[in-house]
């Protein structure tokens, strides 16, 4: 039988990244060093802008992933430091371009690089940023790492320009946006896990088993993100709440209310969607109508399920450490929302 996922505070407390840092610490610092490393430049601005993301209380969620499922499967070489500093790599790269995207003013409770340094900087040095990651790829010389960690570049960026087209639409259907949150935030997710069993040498199944982890990990992480952006305060989330509402990103959360709800609210939605609803008052609308009819609680179970199958995946590998820290890791993208 697989492990579930806790109802919070049954087990005396809140589910956090503890257990998996302590278990990688060691490795976290090998991977850390890459990074400040490979940052470095003779083009000053390059490491004060990366810096400015890398060095800003990130939580450096996805490479510990790929260390913890190095550790779950008792690799013992080095060679997943330098892939987990690229995933880190990768990771800032795409969130210097979508801040840029986005034109947000907030990360993590600080200003953004685009608000500070402009946006052709922060386009560049995530530019920069992504060609370091490619860099490190090849120096593994493992040509299966480049492939699936290339290929989740490629995803990412699919996924940002399918979140972008289907932007201001209430139209989005719950399959599209599933897709777009498959691919720009749970393709790195799962590449990050499963290129610990190409390090490895494991095979196909095991390289499945992790995918499936991650990927599933990934999608609960972001409709987490989705349902918070409506329930939060800009402290919980460190980015400014009601940023999708204003950026007009049809969400989960959203597709769900428009689905429910009265023609009347429908053109609430579409104005707010479209820009033409977007104060605090309207904010407020919004958030009530979310709570009427559910789509908030409905969006936090849905990210439960995909929790649990993210847990489910985790079944054939054995209990120990490794296992409960990575089980814990679903257990604190869940409880976020709490």
Not at 45 to 50: H, K, Q, S, T, V
Not at 247 to 260: E, F, N, Q, S
Request: with cysteine; proline share 2%; glycine share 8%.
């Amino acid at each position: 039988m697989s492990a579930t996922i806790h109802h919070l505070g049954g087990t005396g407390r809140a589910p956090s990244l503890d257990a998996m840092f302590q278990l990688v610490a060691a490795d976290l610092n090998h991977v850390n060093s890459v990074i400040l490393e490979r940052m470095q430049s003779e083009v000053a601005l390059i490491p004060e802008l990366a810096g400015h993301l890398i060095a800003g209380g990130g939580k450096r969620m996805r490479p510990m992933l790929t260390l913890a499922c190095a550790r779950l499967l008792d690799y013992g070489g080095t060679r997943h430091h330098k892939l987990a500093a690229a995933v880190e790599f990768i990771h800032t790269a795409t969130l210097l371009h979508d801040d840029v995207v986005d034109m947000s003013g907030l990360r993590r409770g600080r200003r953004t690089a685009n608000i500070i340094w402009g946006n052709p900087a922060s386009v560049l040095v995530g530019d920069f940023l992504f060609s370091r990651s490619f860099e490190l790829m090849v120096e593994d010389g493992s040509l299966k790492a480049l492939r699936v960690l290339s290929r989740a570049s490629a995803i990412i960026a699919e996924g940002e320009v399918n979140q972008l087209t289907a932007q201001r639409r209430i139209e989005t259907s719950e399959d599209q946006y599933l897709d777009i949150i498959t691919a720009k935030t749970a393709a790195l997710f799962a590449a990050a896990c499963q290129i610990a069993a190409v390090v490895a040498e494991r095979d196909e199944s095991v390289e499945q088993a992790l995918d499936a982890y991650g990927r599933n990990l990934g999608i609960a992480f972001q409709l987490i993100d989705d349902a918070i952006d409506y329930a939060s305060d800009a402290e919980t989330m460190g980015k400014g709440v009601g940023d999708d509402f204003r950026d007009g990103k049809v969400t989960l959360p959203v597709i769900l209310a428009v689905a429910r709800g009265s023609d009347e609210e429908r053109g609430f939605w579409r104005d707010a969607m479209e820009g033409r609803r977007s104060s605090d008052d309207d904010l407020a609308h919004a958030t009530r109508l979310l709570r009427a009819h559910n789509a908030i609680d409905d969006t936090i179970e849905r990210a439960r399920h995909y929790g649990q199958r993210a847990i489910d995946a985790l079944g054939p590998f054995p209990a120990g450490k490794a296992k409960s820290a990575l089980v814990e890791a679903v257990e604190f993208a869940i409880s976020r929302a709490y």
